[in-house]
């Protein structure tokens, strides 16, 4: 009786861990589909080694080729990305939210391979080992070019009728003396 009992809390135990299994990938599904629909650029930094993992969507935001990447990828392939004149800015970005423990929430621009420059909102925070050292930072990076572009020209768009409106009120002044 003994064993049969046993068995039946093997059974029990057995079905609880296949119940959370399951809802575990369900959950890592439903996260994975929210990440490219969202089209995030997901990306994880061990301190230690310098490494650097990437989802696909980082790869194709940077320009890099995933296959001939993957294997070495690190913090210099990053910050070569970065445009020139907003090097500074996201490097000390980064560097202050290392020192501060502050999350990471910067905005700078890329310049692909092709030589096209993206806007890229990052973010990311930090993680320490059970010690309290700071270990590793993980992050996301959404490209609001186009964001950037309608801003550009609402901008643009209002100038113009800034300009159209001066233009009318001189016109009508000259028009009434």
């Not at 029990?12 to 589909?33: G, P, V």
């Not at 690190?74 to 907003?86: A, G, I, K, M, S």
């Not at 993680?127 to 309290?132: A, F, H, L, T, V």
């Not at 270990?135 to 186009?146: A, L």
């Amino acid at each position: 009786l003994a064993d049969v009992v046993a068995l039946a809390f093997t059974f029990r135990d057995i079905s609880t861990i296949s119940q959370q299994q399951l809802e575990i990938t369900l959950m890592r599904d439903q996260l994975a589909t929210a990440v490219n629909v969202a089209g995030l650029g997901i990306w994880h930094w061990r301190l230690a080694d310098n490494s650097l993992w990437w989802n696909r969507r980082m790869y194709e935001l940077y320009g890099y080729d995933q296959e001939q990447m993957q294997a070495h990828l690190n913090y210099q392939h990053w910050l070569n990305r970065v445009h020139p004149d907003d090097r500074r800015h996201a490097e000390q970005a980064l560097l202050t939210a290392l020192e501060n423990n502050e999350p990471y929430a910067p905005e700078f621009r890329i310049v692909r391979p092709d030589g096209q420059i993206s806007h890229i909102l990052a973010g990311a925070v930090m993680e320490r080992d059970g010690q309290g050292k700071l270990s590793q930072v993980t992050g996301n990076n959404v490209d609001i070019s186009s964001q950037r572009q309608l801003e550009q020209q609402l901008r643009q768009t209002s100038a113009a009728a800034e300009a159209a409106n001066t233009a009318k009120s001189v016109f009508l002044a000259n028009m009434s003396h």
